[in-house]
C-alpha cells in the first residue's frame, strides 16, 4: 500500500511503533505530537531503525490553526489519531483534562480533516469500553460500561465518530480497541519508559529490574484465577502496530469503516509476567503481595477472532518476546544509546 498518513501522537509508545509498521508497509508517514508523554529523540530514532526521515510537527492536537497549517502543508490519505491522556486514576482527578484533551481533541481534528477533505481515520480506543465484562473472550458487541473518566473519553469518542459517520457517509472510521499493549521494538531503540511512576505492569516491572523500584505490589492473590493474581491479555506492540497497517490497508481500500478488538485472545497472570521478566532479566524479582485493587477484575482477554476473519490480524508474540524487547529497551537506554 502507499499514501501519506498523519499520525497523531506518533512520536508516543504506540504510535512510535506503528510509524515503523507503516514505514516499512510502503506509506509516507508525518507525526503531530506536542511531546507532552515522548521523548524528544523519537523522530531520530524512526530514522535510525527505518532509514528515513519522519517530518514531525510540534503542535498540540487542540490547536485548530496549528493542526490545520499541517493539513495545508501535507496531502494525506488518512489519519491515525493516538493523541490522548491515557492515566485511568489521574482521568478520575482531573476530569475536565482528559475530556478536553481525549474528545476536544478529537474534534479540533475531525474539523481540518473534513476541511482538507480527508476521510479515513483510525481510532485509538480501548478495551476499557467494556467495563467489567461478564462475557469472555470479551467480543466486540458485549457491552460498554465507562468505569472511569478515560473510559467515558473513549467511548464518547467512539459515538462521535458514529455521529458522524451516520450523517456523511464519506467519513470511515476504523475504530480500533486495544488490551493491553506491552513489550519494545526489536531493535531495542524506542520502547515505552514513562517519566513518572508507570500505571501499567511491564513498565513497572522494568523498573524493579533496574533497582528504581524495590518491589512490584501485586494487588490481591485471591482471584478466581489458576495462581489468584489477576489475569490480562497483553498484546505485544509491534503486533498492535502491524493490526494499525492492517486496518489502514482496509480503509484505504473499502472506504468502509470498521471496529475491531486488538488482542491476543490470551490471558497470563501478573505473577507469570512477573516471572517472564525475571527470566529476560536474570534475576528474581522481589514482589509482595498487597490488597485487591477497587474495580479490578479476576480476568480479562479479548476474543479477536472478527479481528482476524474480516482483517487478517493475528497477534502471535508472547510474553516471553515482550519481557526480552522491553528489557533490551531498556538496557540500551540506561546505557545511554
Ligand atoms: N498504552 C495503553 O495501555 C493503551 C491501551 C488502550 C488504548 N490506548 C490509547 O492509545 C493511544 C496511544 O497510547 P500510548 O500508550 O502510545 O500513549 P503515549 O502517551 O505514549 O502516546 C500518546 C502521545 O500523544 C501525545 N499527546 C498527548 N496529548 C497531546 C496533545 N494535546 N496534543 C498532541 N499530542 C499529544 C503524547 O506526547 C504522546 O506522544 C492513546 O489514545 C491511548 O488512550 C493506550
Known amino acids: 500500500m502507499s499514501g501519506r498518513i498523519l499520525l497523531t501522537g506518533g512520536a508516543g509508545y504506540i504510535g512510535s511503533h506503528t510509524a515503523i509498521a507503516l514505514i516499512e508497509a510502503g506509506y509516507d508517514v508525518v507525526i503531530l505530537d506536542d511531546f507532552s508523554n515522548a521523548r524528544p529523540d523519537v523522530p531520530d530514532r524512526l530514522e535510525m531503525i527505518t ?47 482528559y475530556i478536553n484533551v481525549n474528545c476536544g481533541g478529537l474534534l479540533t481534528l475531525l474539523g481540518a ?29 458485549a457491552p460498554l460500561v465507562a468505569e472511569s473518566t478515560y473510559a467515558w473519553t473513549k467511548l464518547a469518542s467512539e459515538q462521535i465518530l458514529a455521529q458522524a459517520a451516520a450523517a456523511d457517509p464519506r467519513w470511515a472510521f476504523g475504530i480500533l480497541r486495544y488490551f493491553n499493549p506491552a513489550g519494545a521494538h526489536g531493535s531495542g531503540l524506542i520502547g515505552e519508559d514513562p517519566r513518572d511512576i508507570p500505571n501499567n505492569l511491564m513498565p513497572y516491572l522494568a523498573r524493579v529490574a533496574t533497582g528504581e523500584l524495590a518491589r512490584l505490589e501485586v494487588f490481591g492473590d485471591d482471584y478466581n484465577t489458576p495462581d489468584g493474581t489477576g489475569v490480562r491479555d497483553y498484546i505485544h506492540v509491534e503486533d498492535l502496530a502491524a493490526g494499525h497497517r492492517l486496518s ?69 508474540r508472547t510474553p516471553e518476546e515482550m519481557c526480552a524487547s522491553s528489557w533490551a529497551f531498556i538496557l540500551r537506554r540506561r546505557n545511554g544509546s
Do not use: W
Not at 69 to 91: P, W, Y
Not at 130 to 138: E, F, I, N, S
Open 113 to 141: 480533516m473534513q476541511r482538507a477533505g480527508v476521510f479515513r481515520l483510525v481510532f485509538s480506543s480501548s478495551a476499557t469500553v467494556y467495563g467489567l465484562p461478564k462475557v469472555l473472550p470479551v467480543p466486540e458487541d
Open 51 to 97: 532509514g528515513r526521515s519522519v517530518p514531525c510537527h510540534r503542535c498540540d492536537i487542540r490547536d485548530a490553526a496549528g493542526v490545520a497549517a499541517i493539513f495545508a502543508r501535507h496531502r494525506f490519505d488518512a489519519v491515525v489519531h493516538f493523541a490522548a491522556k491515557k492515566a485511568v486514576g489521574e482521568s478520575m482527578e482531573r476530569p475536565l483534562d
Open 248 to 316: 489502514l490497508d482496509d480503509l484505504i481500500a473499502t472506504d468502509r469503516g470498521h471496529l475491531f478488538n486488538l488482542g491476543t485472545g490470551k490471558g497470563t497472570s501478573v505473577l507469570e509476567m512477573l516471572r517472564a521478566y525475571s527470566r529476560a532479566c536474570g534475576r528474581d524479582l522481589p514482589y509482595v503481595i498487597g490488597p485487591r485493587r477497587a474495580g479490578d477484575v479476576d480476568i480479562y482477554y479479548a476474543d479477536p477472532a472478527k479481528a482476524e476473519r474480516e482483517l487478517g490480524f493475528r497477534a502471535t
